[in-house]
């Protein structure tokens, strides 16, 4: 089934019209998401009552928009704050790992890169659930110890970022180190031949070679930050991030205020993912 | 001197990874371990003991969903390979330049939104006031309106919708570095369609078949999202009861060990995959 042989078109036909069906359903879910973000009703559901803009503007009870709603836009503030923290972390630590991997030789050096990999293995509830009961542990150990309280340890926003950010850090070190791969040495050996400095040579040489997948990865774990789920549920304390917010709106019922948000989490998204990509299609 | 100070910049790399590793990693899953075997005697008393793993094994409800749980994430990664091998083939083989980039952007577009986002849009579609139940109803095919939320079918979808992605992108990969040739030979050689996929397409796609399989199964496995929103009050999902034994009951040494038996399942068949494949970790999980 290659294009240069030959197929009876029937079978060919099928295969169409499976793909179709296959991007219809990919499709499907968030379209009626975002249409239904438009629904003169408060439900997101059938009839349709009429096109409305209230579920993003409205001021009035029950039409009360996503920007009026005190809830869900301090839970944005919330998960910006987490992910502008869990993606500068990611991205330091990863930049570390790229180099420690790409230039340096050392014994046990697969055991780590095996160890580096793990967080992508573990599911994300026991990641949640390990660091909640070690950092739990911690806190009554120093408390017992000391008399002094360590909130910090407690399920807070803390907490959720240092989960997030083992394994989000993963991503951050492969897509790094691929691109340090491709690094011509010699460039950097011609600038210590001019007389530059180790620090300058790789300031000025092999940052900026590097930046592509340093912004990718760093857009990309802002993205992986924003829509944790699992690890982050354990974790949370009084300050919930957006993910958690709108669990637990759905859980209550919901109205169409949450496809509003949606739809601007998928318009949002979609830009980021473009983004990234647009950045790592450049180490081309 | 130069040795000096390539040591010392050697060691300040070291340190963040060792850090990450060992604080966020390592020492809380051998906590989790620690706790997961710890019992309750008293308040703040504790001895060591295996019950919290008697108490899995005595009670059916507890070892059910677990093996409920294994069972679905199996059923609903070998759907997913049969469903996603005919479009990863389909983009990987029968599409060319721009047309290729359209449809994998096209895969990956609903896997960078929220979860939460994509399991709300199948409540919306498969609740009893819901889309498809509307549509059917409009096309005469059903009488009334019809529940399609809250069972085990459509939590294997939303499973299934969830992971495809992850079998879709490393399957493109492999059977992109496939040599058209090679198919092409097979045909001059008298092979047929069935003998040409079996002989040569699969062989060659085996590394993603399985790097695919072992990321589906554990984000299956894993999945908290769509079985507690999608599934009934029966469908019980083993990572909802981790969170009811830490959260709502607050018996945290149970849900240790519940939390740890699932890591064993996970790294079990993460473990038998790769031996069954001859491959490394590093290979399947290194690929980006």
């Known amino acids: 089934m290659i294009p240069t042989v030959p197929q009876p078109s029937f079978a060919k036909w099928c295969y169409r019209a499976y793909v179709t069906a296959f991007f219809v359903y990919l499709a499907l879910p968030l379209t009626v998401v975002c249409v ?58 990863g930049t570390c790992n790229a180099f420690l991997f790409v230039r340096h030789e050392f014994r046990g050096k697969g055991l780590l890169y095996m160890l580096m990999l793990l967080p992508l293995i573990i599911p994300g509830v026991i990641l949640g659930i390990s660091i909640l009961v070690f950092s739990s542990s911690v806190a009554n150990t120093l408390e017992d110890a000391t008399g002094l309280w360590f909130d910090g340890l407690r399920p807070g ?128 | 001197m130069a040795s000096d100070t390539s040591r010392l910049g050697f060691y300040l790399l070291l340190a963040p990874i060792l850090l990450w590793l060992v604080i966020l990693i390592i020492l809380p899953h051998i906590g989790l371990f620690i706790v997961s075997i710890s019992e309750k005697i008293g308040p703040r008393e504790y001895e060591t003991g295996f019950d919290n793993y008697a108490a899995f094994f005595g009670e059916p409800l507890y ?77 005469g095919l059903v009488d009334g309106p019809v529940e399609m939320l809250y069972n085990d079918a459509a939590i294997m979808m939303g499973l299934v919708y969830t992971s495809i992605l992850f079998m879709v992108v490393p399957l493109v990969t492999t059977l992109d570095s496939l040599d058209d040739s090679l198919i092409e030979a097979g045909y001059d050689l008298g092979g047929t369609s069935t003998s040409i996929m079996r002989e040569i397409v699969i062989p060659h796609a085996m590394p993603g078949i399985v790097s695919g399989c072992i990321v589906v199964f554990m984000l299956s496995l894993g999945n908290y999202l769509t ?34 038996l699932l890591l064993a399942l996970s790294s079990l068949v993460v473990f038998a995959g790769l031996k069954l494949s001859r491959q490394s970790l590093i290979e399947t999980m290194g690929r980006t």
């Not at chain 1, 910006?80 to 990611?90: E, R």
């Not at chain 1, 990309?220 to 974790?235: A, C, D, H, K, R």
Request: proline share 4%; aromatic share 14%.
């Open chain 1, 36 to 93: 239904f973000a438009f629904n003169n009703s408060v439900f997101p559901s059938l009839p349709w009552e009429g096109f409305t803009l209230a579920w993003f503007f409205g001021t009035e009870a029950p039409f009360i928009g996503v920007f009026h709603e005190r809830a869900i836009i301090r839970s944005i503030g919330t998960s910006a704050f987490v992910a502008t923290w869990v993606s500068g972390l990611a991205v330091a630590v």
């Open chain 2, 227 to 260: 079985p507690i929103l999608l599934g009934g009050k029966d469908s019980l999902w083993f990572t909802g009861m981790i969170y009811t034994q830490f959260i709502t009951r607050f018996n945290w040494e149970l849900g240790s060990a519940f939390g740890f």
């Open chain 2, 63 to 139: 070892w059910r969903t677990f093996a409920r749980t294994a069972i679905m994430s199996i059923l609903a990664t070998v759907l997913t390979l049969i469903l996603g091998f005919p479009i990863a083939y389909y983009i990987a083989k029968l599409t060319r330049g721009r047309t290729k980039t359209t449809l994998f952007l096209m895969c990956m577009i609903p896997f960078w939104v929220s979860e939460l986002v994509r399991t709300f849009g199948w409540m919306i579609l498969l609740r009893e006031t819901g889309v498809i139940s509307n549509a059917l109803q409009y096309l």
């Open chain 1, 157 to 284: 926003l803390i907490l959720v970022i240092l989960g997030q950010f083992s394994f989000i850090t993963t991503f951050a070190t492969l897509v790094i180190s691929a691109r340090l791969q491709k690094f011509d040495p010699s460039l950097e050996e011609a600038a210590l031949n001019l007389g530059a400095s180790k620090w300058g040579a790789i300031r000025q040489i092999t940052l900026p070679f590097l930046t592509p997948a340093i912004v990718a990865s760093a857009v990309v774990s802002v993205l992986m930050s924003f829509e944790n789920f699992n690890t982050t549920l354990m974790l949370v304390g009084s300050d919930s991030p957006l993910t958690i917010t709108m669990f637990d709106k759905l859980k209550q019922g919901s109205t169409p205020v949450l496809n509003a948000v949606s739809l601007l989490l998928i318009m949002v998204s979609a830009v980021l993912g473009m983004m990234s990509l647009l950045f790592q299609g450049r180490k081309r």
